[in-house]
């Protein structure tokens, strides 16, 4: 079935450049979505990526995305305090519009 | 501004009872929805996929007689945990997608506590 994996926890010095990594198993992945979630809310969407793209930026954000090795990364520059959250990685297959989530990445800032 | 809405946001209930969370779609007509759970410090597995106008279709694992999900119209499902025990106690996230978007945004969430 389809799987989607995540190391748990980042630390970075504010300012430096965060990069949070995911690799999923479903070939068949449509998209591949960011998301953030802070202590205690929902999920906010931060940017996602088409299956048949390899790159895409958003102001802070950058996307790269390995297809062959079924590889998804998020980099923040200049990470912020306000970056500190848990980042989910989730793929969508082509078959239905359900969404599988990796188990997160807590990013904690350091001064 | 959030283009899928949840109610209630914090719910406390009597082991035993039930309780209705809602999921609203604002801005479209969703003819799917989805309800995840969350358990502290983890990820969100997926419960169910909600259809308008049919029955839900139901993760493995997930009892369908507890969670109940009704998808009566096109910007409104619903998730009634019958029978609450304080393992049902978690976070319960929905999402929606338009019939041909590519995004698709989650509620804001619902905590129920079951004492």
């Known amino acids: 079935g389809e799987d989607v994996e995540q190391s748990l926890f980042l630390s970075v010095r504010e300012g430096d450049s965060s990069v949070i990594n995911c690799t999923y198993t479903?070939?068949?992945?449509?998209?591949l979505y960011w998301y953030k979630q802070e202590p205690g809310a929902g999920l906010q969407l931060l940017t996602y990526?088409?299956?048949?793209?390899d790159m895409k930026q958003d102001q802070r954000l950058t996307v790269l995305l390995n297809k062959k090795d079924k590889h998804l990364s998020l980099r923040i520059a200049d990470t912020q305090t306000g970056d500190s959250a848990i980042y989910f990685c989730?793929?969508?297959?082509?078959?239905?519009?359900?969404?599988?989530f990796g188990s997160g990445t807590r990013l904690s800032i350091r001064p | 501004g959030a283009v899928v809405s949840q109610h209630p946001s914090w719910v406390i209930c009597k082991s035993g009872t039930s309780v209705k969370i809602e999921c609203r779609s604002l801005?479209?007509?969703?003819?799917?929805m989805f309800w995840y759970r969350q358990f502290p410090k983890q990820s969100l597995m997926l419960m169910a996929t909600?259809?308008?106008?049919?029955?839900?279709?139901?993760e493995q694992g997930v009892e369908k007689d507890k969670f109940l999900i009704n998808h009566a119209s096109l910007t409104l499902s619903t998730l009634t945990v019958t029978s609450a025990h304080p393992e049902d106690s978690s976070f319960y996230i929905c999402?929606?997608?338009?019939?041909?978007?590519?995004?698709?945004?989650f509620g804001e969430g619902s905590w129920l506590t079951v004492v």
């Open positions: 999402s929606a997608s338009e019939t041909s978007g590519n995004t698709i945004y």
């Open positions: 479903d070939s068949s992945s449509t998209y």
């Open positions: 990526i088409f299956s048949n793209m």
């Open positions: 989730a793929e969508r297959g082509s078959s239905a519009s359900k969404i599988i």
């Open positions: 801005d479209f007509q969703a003819t799917t």
């Open positions: 909600s259809n308008e106008g049919s029955k839900a279709t139901y």
